[in-house]
């Protein structure tokens, strides 16, 4: 089956990180641009940040430069996205996805850009 899931998603208190992983099956990343995208209850998706297939993070949203890095192995399929300082308005269900046409120097920021998308995981930013 072709997937992506998304884990590590939770409740923390503000100041706090989290872990995202985003794994793939039935498919490999290796050849993806992958993006992290996340949405807050009554509000549009908004990028976060992506990554080209060479590893290197072209976008990153000015909300979450400086606390989120985001990070590929390809050996192990996976692509994270680790959160540090964190804020109550980082609050959201954040999603992961896969985009076929990113290449080695760029990775769009775009929801448009990506075809497959994982189910999504919430994080909760509270104390």
């Known amino acids: 089956q072709v997937q992506l899931v998304e884990s590590g998603g939770g409740l923390v208190q503000p100041g706090g990180s989290l872990r995202l992983s985003c794994t793939a099956s039935?498919?490999?990343?290796?050849?993806?641009?992958i993006g992290w995208f996340r949405q807050a209850p009554g509000k549009e998706r908004e990028g976060v940040t992506c990554?080209?297939?060479?590893?290197?993070?072209?976008y990153s949203a000015d909300s979450v430069k400086g606390r989120f890095t985001i990070a590929r192995d390809n050996a192990a399929n996976t692509v994270y996205l680790q959160m540090n300082s964190l804020k109550p308005e980082d609050t959201g269900v954040y999603y992961c996805?896969?985009?076929?046409?990113?290449?080695?120097?760029?990775?769009?920021?775009?929801?448009?850009?990506?075809?497959?998308w994982g189910q999504g995981t919430q994080v909760t930013v509270s104390s």
């Open positions: 990554v080209t297939t060479s590893g290197n993070s072209t």
């Open positions: 039935g498919f490999t990343l290796d050849y993806y641009a």
């Open positions: 996805a896969a985009d076929p046409t990113g290449g080695d120097s760029f990775c769009s920021s775009s929801d448009y850009s990506y075809s497959r």
